[in-house]
């Protein structure tokens, strides 16, 4: 049974924080790694992709993957009250194209 | 117009009734997926499609069934409603190559089942 795990949260954070959002799985030959964000009553949406170990960003957004210790996290630098939302992780083992996601952690940002 | 499409957006009916979600998409992807969200659960998948002629079951199949008319329409029945069955469903597409993995997702469709 291929796992993902996160956090429920909420995690609470101020304006203009660093927000941290992580994820575990268990899959040891996971390739693909995502995060979608989801707003309360809408669909999810993809912001964030990474398949190697080590960062990638994209504007204020930092997706970390540690392949060895099954990890990856999701930074959100300068957050904004518009990042409130709930936060997806999702593995796709190699091959499969079929994502496994996980319960999603709950992100408030507050004034 | 949304790439991805899905009808109804809201219905509640009543236990033992036939009820049909359709979905539609203009994004000219192969692959279609039907997955539930209940709170605190996350996306658990029920079915999916890689193309017109297959269909393959996922981790929540039982008490659903699936028809994929055509590459665009792909459409989840539940035979006879349960109350459990109440959730929201979202239809997703995702294409081949390098964008295999990458879903879209539709509005969802918010099922009541009394």
């Known amino acids: 049974q291929k796992e993902v795990e996160q956090n429920s949260g909420p995690l609470s954070v101020p304006e203009g924080a660093i927000a941290s959002l992580n994820c575990t799985y268990s899959?040891?030959?996971?390739?693909?790694f995502f995060w979608y964000r989801q707003y309360s009553g809408k669909s999810p949406e993809l912001i964030m992709s990474?398949?190697?170990?080590g960062d990638k960003e994209d504007g204020r957004f930092t997706a970390q993957l540690n392949k060895a210790s099954q990890y990856v996290s999701l930074l959100i630098r300068d957050s904004q009250p518009s990042d409130s939302a709930t936060y997806l992780c999702a593995v796709e083992s190699g091959g499969s194209y079929i994502p496994t996601f996980g319960r999603g952690t709950s992100l408030i940002v507050h004034p | 117009d949304a790439d991805v499409t899905q009808t109804p957006r809201n219905r509640i009916t009543k236990t033992g009734k036939r009820i049909m979600l359709e979905c539609s998409q203009t994004?000219?992807?192969?692959?279609m997926y039907w997955y539930r969200q209940d709170p605190g659960l996350g996306l658990r998948l029920i079915y999916y499609s890689f193309d017109v002629k297959d269909i393959n079951k996922g981790e929540i199949s039982d008490g659903y069934s699936v028809s994929r008319q055509a590459q665009a329409k792909f459409s989840l029945s539940l035979e006879s409603a349960i109350p459990n069955q109440t959730a929201l469903y979202f239809c997703?597409?995702?294409?081949?190559?390098?964008?295999?993995?990458?879903?879209?997702f539709g509005a969802g469709s918010r099922l009541t089942v009394l």
């Open positions: 899959d040891r030959v996971s390739q693909s």
């Open positions: 994004k000219g992807h192969d692959r």
């Open positions: 990474i398949y190697s170990n």
């Open positions: 997703a597409t995702s294409g081949t190559g390098a964008g295999a993995n990458v879903l879209t």
